[in-house]
């Protein structure tokens, strides 16, 4: 009989509680963080600060295979600072034609996804050929938004 009376309160609670909907979860602590925000800068002082190390790390590592695990980790170090780039830039998207600047900016991201994967690998050859392509998608951006300027060579 307690048993019962047990049971027909829980039935009750649960009843009542479905009936009044549930309550709204707690915000966590991950829902009340800021929005990914740009530090503010010029995009002129962004590239420079941002893009323009790693490339041209790059471009002197790259030319032959690397012959250790320390020559494959800068790779891979430099190409993931570049994809993750390519992040960033989506939260600097100009006014004008932005959905240009996205395509660019995703293009690029993807390339350099691909770079980090092949270095992860040691495959130089897939390294060097999505090198290649991430630097066309930079150089597309660029003859777009940096008036043909900065055609990067790998
Ligand atoms: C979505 C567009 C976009 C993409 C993608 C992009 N850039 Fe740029 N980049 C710019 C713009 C705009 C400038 C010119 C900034 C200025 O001087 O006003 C620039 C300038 C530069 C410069 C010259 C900086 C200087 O000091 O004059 C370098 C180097 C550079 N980018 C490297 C890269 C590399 C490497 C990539 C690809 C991994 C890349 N960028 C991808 C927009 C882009």
């Keep these: 009989m ?3 009376t047990c049971f027909t309160s829980l039935t009750l609670v649960v009843g009542l509680g479905s009936l009044f909907g549930t309550a709204p ?4 602590d991950a829902d009340k963080a800021p929005a990914l925000v740009p530090v503010p800068t010029s995009m002129h002082d962004f590239m420079e600060g941002v893009f323009q190390g790693p490339y041209k790390r790059l471009k ?3 030319i032959a295979e690397p012959k250790d695990n320390a020559g494959w980790k800068a790779i891979r170090g430099d190409a993931l600072i570049l994809a993750e780039g390519g992040n960033l ?6 006014e004008k ?3 240009e600047w996205t395509k660019y900016s995703v293009a690029s991201r993807d390339a ?3 770079m980090v994967k092949a270095a992860k690998a040691k495959d130089y050859p897939a390294s060097k050929k999505a090198y290649e392509a991430m630097l ?3 150089n597309a951006c660029h003859k777009k938004f940096d008036n043909g300027k900065n055609q990067l060579v790998p």
């Design 2 to 4: 307690r048993l019962l």
């Design 25 to 28: 979860a707690p915000a966590r």
């Design 60 to 62: 002197l590592v790259m």
């Design 89 to 94: 830039l989506l939260l600097r998207k100009p």
């Design 97 to 99: 034609d932005a959905d």
């Design 112 to 114: 350099g996804a691909d």
């Design 136 to 138: 066309n998608h930079c």
